[in-house]
């Protein structure tokens, strides 16, 4: 080889050894670089570590602070739970009542002394011991008293009972005698709480309670039956006392006289209204009242009362009006002696304190949603004394009476609007009043009962011939009832206040006049004669009281008009209108009544009829005597059973038409007769008409006796009154008329029957 290859190659070495130690240069420099980087970070992480532990540090210190006070706390803590606990358990152990804790497990975690005094000292009661250990060391030991229960079933029933959810109260009766009632409950975890509270002073006190209610209920059942007693035995004699004064009236007396006996009929009448008070009261304050449903008809409820309290108006110009809507059903089941109580003590006190004017009876019913019970209102309004403001308020409270000059001449026991409050409520309406001193006053209330039929008073046959009516009433509240229950027939009604005014108008127009008993402008009599003269309209009086002068008019109505009355009477002055049989043209109308009422037989002379025949079965003396006085002018024939026995066999031989019976009677009552009779009737076919007489005002005795198999009851004492209206009523058709030819013409009497409805 060459030098210059040898120079050559050495060069190249030589630059080869160069460009290694620039490229190691390189690198070693990029190594220090990298490390002097490393370096950094690794210095900036320790400072930032130092900073960390630091900071950790402090915490530790800060915790380290905490966990002194909290472990402080704690203690304190500690402290506190233990005072609470210590007085949790000294009060659980100051109560008298047993306490004890179960866990899940059932066992006895702790109890008070109290707790574990009943157990009297067993060491094997304390804490660790099972509930089910407890019962069965509670009849092993003979701590419980199981009574008729056996021992083993007893602590069935408290295992049972232990068990379930919730734990049902349980009472049970120790060794000796005491009572406890143990309450327990049982937590989420399982836990039972268990309470023994010793409750022998309550079971001791609930047993004298109940002794003494017992005993009071005796004495309230004893009271009533001295009450019921005491008003039979009242209500006899006083039969005596009023049927007799009612009679000696009759007689022939002197002016004196006349008021002697009118003071002892009405202290009569006024006593047995204070007795029936006191009795209904002191049986609404012993809840003895119950209401007793039946069918009956308000209508015909109201206008009973009203037919017998008209005597009481007798002598002040007063009328009674009943407005009842005629779109309304009349037929309702709801307690009708007890309807009839209310609405007798209304309109009896707005009758007894108005002296002129009219008493207004107004009824309307709402139908109860889609029920087909009814909200029945009925108001009262008078024109009458008025209450004052400040006594309103107290009007329905016991004895309170307006104590004033006006009505101290009234009287009454101050019980009736109280009664009468109290059996609204029981019916489950409301009573207000509302009055006006010196204006009158007007009762209200409402009670809703089902309806029983819904038939209502508006015939459906329309008049063809009576059209147009003219009434002559000097009364609006008069006028608008009679002309409003004339507008739903059908009739065209004009109203004038005077018979002057009347006579002044064109009379042919109208198709019938209704003239009220008192025109103020001249006498009634007076008036239909005028009207009579002035041309052919039927003329309809309205009267009010009995002793009203009908001569003259063609047909008398009693005030308050019954719409179907007068609608029959509407159509019986339409079949005057109407050509009649056999009468000439020119036959007046009055010629026509006698012909249409007279009984003739075929070949026109009048068969010989016989007599009703009326059995009374009564066995006092002094009873008899009155009855017998009572319908002396009645042509019947009279017959009387001593007792109930006597009254049977009278029914087989006398065969009455219909009896009157007694119920209290000696050897044989009057219900058990009436069932005999009943009996008897079974194989005969008949049914005799039975009307119980009874002296017994205690309510529930009506229906008591309708299912005794009697038809109708009047109370006693007896009206004369009632006692011819029943009679009458229940006339066979075969039988001459009761009422002789001459006494017919007087209005008809009261009824004051209890009719089965
Ligand atoms: P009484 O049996 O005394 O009539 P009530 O309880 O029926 O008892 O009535 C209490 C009192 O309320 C009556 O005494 C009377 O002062 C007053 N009163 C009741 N109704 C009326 C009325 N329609 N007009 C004026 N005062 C009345």
């Known amino acids: 080889m060459s030098i210059i290859d040898k120079l050559a190659e050495e060069r190249r070495a030589r630059l080869a050894a160069e460009r290694l130690l620039k490229q190691k240069q390189e690198e070693l420099l990029a190594a220090n670089r990298k490390l002097g980087k490393h370096a950094l970070a690794l210095s900036e992480e320790i400072v930032e570590k130092r900073h960390e532990v630091q900071e950790v540090r402090s915490v530790a210190e800060l915790l380290k602070g905490e966990k002194k006070q909290a472990?402080?706390?704690?203690?304190?803590?500690?402290?506190?739970?233990?005072?609470?606990?210590?007085?949790?358990?000294?009060?659980?152990?100051?109560?008298?009542?047993?306490?004890?804790?179960?866990?899940?497990d059932d066992r006895l975690i702790a109890a008070n002394s109290a707790y574990l005094s009943a157990f009297d000292g067993l060491e094997e009661v304390r804490p660790g011991v099972t509930y089910a250990r407890i019962t069965q060391l509670m009849i092993e030991e003979g701590i419980v008293d199981?009574?008729?229960?056996?021992?083993?079933?007893?602590?069935?029933?408290?295992?049972?009972?232990?068990?379930?959810?919730?734990?049902?109260?349980?009472?049970?009766?120790?060794?000796?005698?005491?009572?406890?009632?143990?309450?327990?409950?049982?937590?989420?975890?399982?836990?039972?709480?268990?309470?023994?509270?010793?409750?022998?002073?309550?079971?001791?006190y609930e047993a004298r309670l109940k002794e003494a209610r017992e005993k009071a209920e005796a004495g309230n059942r004893a009271k009533s039956a001295f009450l019921a007693n005491m008003s039979h035995e009242i209500r006899t004699p006083m039969n005596g006392i009023v049927g007799m004064a009612e009679i000696l009236k009759e007689t022939e007396l002197d002016d004196d006289q006349r008021l002697y006996v009118d003071t002892i009929r009405n202290s009569g009448e006024a006593l047995l209204v204070i007795i029936n008070d006191v009795l209904d009261y002191s049986k609404i304050e012993a809840d003895k009242l119950v209401l007793r449903p039946e069918p009956f008809d308000l209508e015909r409820c109201i206008h009973d009362i009203t037919t017998l309290l008209r005597p009481s108006t007798q002598n002040k110009p007063v009328d009674i009006l009943i407005d009842f809507d005629m779109f309304m059903p009349t037929r309702y089941l709801g307690d009708p002696g007890r309807v009839r109580q209310i609405m007798t003590n209304l309109i009896g006190n707005a009758v007894k304190f108005t002296n002129e004017g009219h008493v207004l009876i107004r009824v309307c019913g709402l139908e109860v949603g889609e029920s087909r019970e009814r909200r029945i209102h009925i108001t009262v309004e008078d024109t009458g004394i008025g209450i004052p403001e400040d006594k309103v308020e107290h009007i329905f409270g016991e004895f309170n009476q307006v104590e004033d000059d006006r009505n101290r001449r009234f009287d009454g026991t101050g019980l009736g609007l109280a009664i009468t409050k109290q059996l609204v409520q029981l019916m489950g309406g409301e009573i207000w009043v509302e009055s006006i001193l010196g204006e009158g006053s007007c009762f209200g209330f409402h009670i809703t009962l089902p309806v029983v039929t819904d038939e209502n008073n508006i015939p459906t046959k329309p008049l063809e011939r009576i059209r147009r009516a003219l009434i002559i009433d000097p009364e609006k509240a008069g006028q608008s009832v009679i002309s409003g229950q004339l507008a739903v027939f059908g009739l065209e009604v004009n109203c004038l206040s005077s018979g002057e005014t009347a006579l002044a108008t064109d009379l042919g127009q109208y198709d019938v006049i209704f003239a009220d008993q008192s025109p103020p402008d001249m006498d009634v009599s007076e008036l239909i004669h005028a009207l009579k003269q002035a041309g052919e309209t039927p003329v309809v009086l309205l009267a009010s009281d009995q002793n009203a002068d009908a001569s003259g008019a063609d047909i008398v109505m009693k005030k308050p008009t019954l719409p179907r009355e007068l609608y029959r009477n509407l159509q019986e002055l339409e079949e005057r209108r109407a050509p009649v049989f056999g009468l000439s043209p020119d036959m007046s109308m009055r010629d026509a009544d006698e012909f249409r009422f007279t009984d003739s037989g075929p070949d026109g002379t009048t068969p010989e009829k016989r007599r009703m025949r009326v059995l009374a079965a009564e066995d006092n003396r002094t009873n008899r005597l009155v009855f017998s006085k009572m319908v002396k002018d009645l042509e019947i024939e009279l017959r009387f059973a001593e007792n109930g026995r006597e009254a049977v066999a009278e029914y087989r031989n006398f065969e009455p038409d219909m009896i009157f019976m007694d119920i209290s009677m000696p050897e044989?009552?009057?219900k058990e007769a009436t069932r005999s009779i009943r009996e008897i009737e079974r194989e005969n076919g008949r049914h005799v008409p039975i009307v119980a007489l009874t002296a017994h005002a205690m309510s529930g005795d009506g229906e008591n006796i309708m299912a005794a198999g009697l038809d109708q009851y009047l109370t006693k004492p007896l009206r004369k009154a009632a006692i011819i209206d029943t009679i009458r009523e229940l006339q066979p058709d075969d039988v001459r008329s009761v009422i002789p030819e001459h006494t017919a013409a007087t209005i008809s009497g009261n009824h004051e029957t209890t009719a089965a409805e």
């Open 146 to 204: 199981t009574g008729e229960l056996p021992p083993e079933n007893w602590r069935e029933e408290m295992i049972e009972r232990w068990y379930s959810d919730p734990i049902d109260p349980k009472v049970i009766k120790l060794w000796n005698g005491a009572y406890i009632k143990l309450i327990d409950r049982r937590s989420k975890e399982g836990d039972v709480v268990s309470l023994a509270l010793n409750i022998t002073d309550t079971i001791r």
């Open 71 to 104: 472990l402080n706390q704690l203690k304190e803590a500690e402290f506190k739970v233990e005072i609470a606990e210590r007085r949790l358990w000294d009060s659980i152990e100051t109560i008298q009542d047993g306490f004890a804790v179960f866990d899940a």
């Open 668 to 670: 044989m009552d009057g």
